[in-house]
């Protein structure tokens, strides 16, 4: 597939976009299924009247809240990842171990 300059970046932006906008879909999914975990999104404004600019996604499901103080060993894996793209940022992931391994 051959692409005139910048009608790849063209469609590569609007597809960030559209997946940005399924953030909130998402989020109402995973209230619904797991009412006890912690979701929290930020979103910039330029203005009050402008439309939000995605900023951060966070979740922690409410069973691997539990299962961590229940069971894991005081032990955490950190990790984290630069995205690279039109849109920069940082994706960090912790994971621990439970009592067998």
Same mark, same amino acid.
């Given at each position: 597939?051959? @692409? #005139?300059?910048?009608?790849? @970046? =063209?469609?590569?932006?609007?597809?960030?976009?559209?997946?940005?906008?399924?953030?909130?879909?998402?989020?109402?999914? $995973? +209230?619904? #299924?797991?009412?006890?975990? /912690?979701?929290? #999104?930020?979103?910039? +404004?330029?203005?009050p009247e402008s439309p939000p600019h995605f900023k951060r996604f966070y979740v922690c499901f409410?069973?691997? !809240?539990?299962?961590? =103080?229940?069971?894991? +060993?005081?032990?955490?894996? %950190?990790?984290?990842? $630069? %995205? !690279?793209?039109? @849109? !920069?940022?940082?994706? %960090?992931?912790?994971?621990? +171990?439970?009592? /067998?391994?």
């Amino acid at each position: 597939m051959v @692409f #005139k300059d910048g009608e790849q @970046f =063209k469609i590569t932006i609007r597809n960030f976009i559209e997946e940005f906008a399924m953030l909130w879909d998402y989020a109402d999914e $995973l +209230r619904l #299924k797991n009412s006890e975990s /912690t979701i929290n #999104k930020v979103v910039n +404004r330029v203005t009050p009247e402008s439309p939000p600019h995605f900023k951060r996604f966070y979740v922690c499901f409410e069973a691997l !809240k539990r299962s961590g =103080k229940e069971g894991c +060993r005081p032990i955490l894996g %950190l990790d984290g990842c $630069l %995205l !690279k793209g039109p @849109f !920069k940022g940082e994706i %960090l992931s912790t994971v621990g +171990r439970d009592g /067998t391994n």
